[in-house]
């Protein structure tokens, strides 16, 4: 899940997109990029870290000009090395950057396509790179040295038929001005602020509407599905609905745990979700378990804490911080790599004993993934003293794969795949384990005020919104991206990089 920012205005824009991807830091940890134009010519700086540690005063410096946009990563396709960090480039035609959040579904077959036909070169394994290629080719299309904005978006008309999956997209095209886009069934968020001042107005496009707040913008909107939108340099906004939206279907696990809780997705309030979905999971406990031993109510820092105080209030038991986050140390989900995953939930939870000591303690936890933080945790309470360690799950069981920018492509890596709750609950040490029904996370995620109707719950359902995701698709992807099929490609990359040195 990255996050992606694009920013046309009048001052200088490095600065801004910085701050605005710091803010967008909890969507990606792998990788930081900026790109930005001044008179003609483009400047980049992008590579694996941190926005803080992939960005120096002198790189700033460089980046030059009044439009721009940035990107911070979490691979869900191609490798993590610092090839496929992002914004990519192309210099055909007019010179295009572009940033992406999300996973194409048939980025394979694309680029098989682009080569052969329309004679593209890739020289990456990511799906950005083969949609930047996509968009890149059928911009090229009218042939002239200028395209107007209906230019771009008959172009962008024909990319969403070839370009399957979820995407939300910033692209900047030298000499024109900044274009985003999000995929037709709405599933990776897209929004955009303005701000008027007295040099004329100015755009930011940005994942988050967070990012839009922070940076002194005024929301405007989402942007809708299947729609484009372009924005000159001289800061006239165009938009256009490219392709008709038959569902509108955001990514539920938005809510659930990727964004920011102070951001409103699709006019969904994603705090306000949270809230829901601590009140709603506190009804089932209270129905399933209403002669319960529960003592106290504990979050496990950051995600579930909004769930977590509406459980403790809905059961009227005490809420305590009973774990302290070490706040140096990243979001574990979003780390590459079991091993590390592990070693950073250890040294980023630490236990307050006192709160634990003899008494029967209900830990919450906005979902169970992979079942590392959870079963660490667990056994952190029991050392701690804990009597009996309780523990639910704000979300349902996570028992398939998600295709669309999250990082899950192995049912075999969910712990929650092919196992019933009793047998999760004994594989992570619990007492008694409750989970969220599904239907209650969607009652808690839909809101009269906005439109959605359905959301893409595939990691929880099995059901997926783009209706092109066979058994043999993820049997395929398991196949490419499990955490064993990755060592593997690392390894392979460093005996490669071996061999080079020693010629
Ligand atoms: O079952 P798992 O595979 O461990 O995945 C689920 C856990 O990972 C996330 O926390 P994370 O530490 O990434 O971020 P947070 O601080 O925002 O909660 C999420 O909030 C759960 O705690
Ligand atoms: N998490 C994402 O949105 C990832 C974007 C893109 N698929 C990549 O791997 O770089
Ligand atoms: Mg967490």
Redesign the pocket.
């Known amino acids: 899940m990255c996050g992606i920012v694009g920013i046309v205005g009048h001052s200088p824009a490095n600065q801004q997109i910085y701050d605005a991807l710091t803010v967008l830091q909890?969507r990606g940890q792998d990788a930081a990029g900026i790109m930005t134009c001044h008179g003609g010519e483009l400047f980049m700086r992008k590579k694996n870290g941190l926005v803080r540690d992939v960005f120096q005063q002198r790189h700033m410096l460089a980046l030059k000009g009044t439009i721009g946009i940035g990107h911070v990563r979490y691979p869900t396709a191609g490798c993590d090395s610092s090839s496929e960090a992002q914004p990519f480039f192309v210099n055909s035609p007019y010179g295009i950057c572009l940033a992406h959040n999300g996973n194409l579904t048939n980025a394979a077959e694309l680029a098989e396509v682009l080569v052969r036909e329309d004679l593209r070169h890739l020289n990456t394994s990511s799906d950005s790179e083969v949609l930047l290629n996509v968009f890149a080719s059928e911009l090229s299309r009218p042939g002239t040295p200028r395209v107007s904005a209906a230019d771009i978006f008959t172009a962008l008309t024909t990319v969403y038929r070839r370009a399957r999956g979820g995407f939300a997209v910033v692209a900047m095209i030298v000499g024109h001005g900044l274009v985003g886009f999000r995929d037709p069934h709405g599933i990776r968020p897209l929004v955009i602020g303005r701000r008027e001042l007295a040099s004329g107005c100015e755009y930011m496009l940005a994942s988050e509407s967070v990012a839009i707040d922070q940076l002194g913008f005024t929301f405007l909107r989402d942007v809708a599905p299947g729609e484009a939108v372009f924005i000159d340099e001289h800061g006239r906004l165009y938009s256009q609905q490219c392709v008709p939206v038959s569902r509108h279907t955001p990514c539920i696990f938005e809510y659930v745990?990727f964004a920011r809780p102070d951001s409103i997705i699709d006019r969904i309030s994603v705090h306000k979700a949270r809230l829901r979905m601590g009140d709603l999971l506190a009804e089932k406990i209270h129905r399933i378990w209403p002669d319960h031993d529960i003592d106290v109510v504990i979050p496990?820092?950051?995600?579930?804490r909004t769930a977590a105080v509406q459980v403790a209030q809905y059961l009227g038991i005490k809420y305590r911080e009973g774990f302290v986050?070490n706040r140096y140390i990243?979001?574990?989900?979003?780390?590459p790599g079991q091993e590390l995953?592990e070693r950073?939930?250890r040294s980023?939870l630490n236990v307050i004993d006192l709160e634990f000591r003899g008494k029967n303690v209900l830990l919450i936890?906005?979902?169970?993934?992979?079942?590392?933080?959870?079963a660490q945790i667990i056994d952190l309470a029991r050392e701690a003293g804990a009597q009996r360690v309780y523990f639910a799950s704000a979300a349902p069981p996570?028992r398939y794969p998600n295709v669309y920018g999250i990082d899950m492509p192995a049912a075999a890596e969910l712990?929650a795949a092919g196992r019933t709750e009793e047998e999760v609950a004994g594989l992570i040490g619990a007492d008694r384990l409750i989970y969220q029904d599904l239907a209650d996370l969607l009652r808690a995620c839909q809101h009269h005020d906005a439109d959605i109707q359905e959301f893409d719950d595939s990691c929880f359902s099995g059901r997926y919104v783009t209706g092109d995701i066979t058994p043999s698709y993820l049997e395929r992807l398991q196949h490419q991206r499990s955490d064993q099929a990755k060592a593997r490609r690392r390894q392979m990359h460093r005996g490669m990089l071996k061999a080079i040195r020693a010629v």
């Open positions: 909890h745990y496990i820092p950051d995600t579930s986050k990243g979001r574990t989900f979003i780390m995953r950073s939930v980023k936890d906005d979902s169970i993934v992979r079942g590392t933080t959870s996570v712990v």
